[in-house]
């Protein structure tokens, strides 16, 4: 079983930035890709930016590519989303999410996930 557990949300002003972790523990050497998710209440939750582990290549959902990083630290037990330009429209739950199979047709959805954390608020005022 793999766990993951985020940090690093929190309320901000319009044009700030915030940095988000998410450490991994548990059967961690499995996993093949990482992503970023949001949800904001009443909205679907959408994929943010994923990463493969053992590439460091990443996928950025077009309209953040350019303010949102998504990156790890080189022992791969951390991820991280590092936010620039934030929006009030960014504000929403953040979810890290991970899996050991990671087809390129389902890295942009949630179904292409087993393991996902409990989330972190962010919250961004204009």
């Known amino acids: 079983q793999v766990h993951l557990v985020e940090s690093g949300g929190g309320s901000v002003q319009a044009e700030g930035s915030l940095r988000l972790s998410c450490a991994a523990s548990?059967?961690?050497?499995?996993?093949?890709?990482m992503a970023w998710f949001r949800q904001a209440p009443g909205k679907e939750r959408e994929r943010v930016a994923t990463?493969?582990?053992?590439?460091?290549?990443?996928y950025y959902a077009d309209s953040l590519q350019g303010r949102f990083t998504i990156s790890q630290d080189n022992a791969k037990t951390t991820l991280y989303l590092q936010m620039d330009s934030l929006k009030p429209d960014d504000t929403a739950m953040y979810y890290c999410?991970?899996?050991?199979?990671?087809?390129?047709?389902?890295?942009?959805?949630?179904?292409?996930?087993?393991?996902w954390g409990q989330g972190t608020q962010v919250t961004v005022s204009s």
């Open positions: 999410a991970a899996d050991s199979v990671c087809s390129i047709d389902d890295l942009a959805t949630v179904r292409g996930y087993k393991h």
């Open positions: 548990g059967y961690k050497n499995n996993i093949n890709c």
């Open positions: 990463i493969y582990t053992h590439t460091s290549y990443t």
